[in-house]
């Protein structure tokens, strides 16, 4: 079994920073992808932001400069650092990635439980 566990939400003022943290444990082989998605209060989940095991970065035009993905691959974790916050990002942000699980040998799509950030004074 393989699992996602995310840190590091909160509530933050607007203009603040934080930094959600994201592992994956269990009988992993290999991590492809791993992303960050978001779902506001009313809202449909959207990407976020997708970092390939290339170190290959994108992001949604919304956060574009104010945030940043990345990841510790030996430790099959995944950060994102968010600056400049706003009220508009308040939202439950979810970790989401493609692993290749062994016993047996195949590829997963695993998602987090999800994480809230609140954004306001």
């Known amino acids: 079994q393989v699992q996602l566990v995310e840190s590091g939400g909160g509530l933050v003022q607007p203009g603040g920073s934080l930094r959600l943290s994201c592992a994956a444990s269990?009988?992993?082989?290999?991590?492809?992808?791993m992303r960050w998605y978001r779902q506001a209060p009313g809202k449909q989940r959207e990407l976020v932001a997708t970092?390939?095991?290339?170190?290959?970065?994108n992001y949604a035009d919304s956060v574009k400069g104010r945030f940043t993905i990345s990841t510790d691959n030996p430790k099959n974790l995944v950060y994102l650092q968010m600056n400049s916050l706003k009220p508009e990002d308040t939202a439950v942000y979810y970790c989401?990635?493609?692993?290749?699980?062994?016993?047996?040998?195949?590829?997963?799509?695993?998602w987090g439980q999800g994480i809230l950030v609140t954004v306001s004074s």
């Open positions: 989401n990635a493609d692993i290749v699980v062994t016993t047996p040998f195949r590829s997963l799509e695993v």
């Open positions: 269990g009988s992993i082989f290999k991590v492809n992808v």
């Open positions: 970092i390939s095991s290339g170190g290959s970065t």
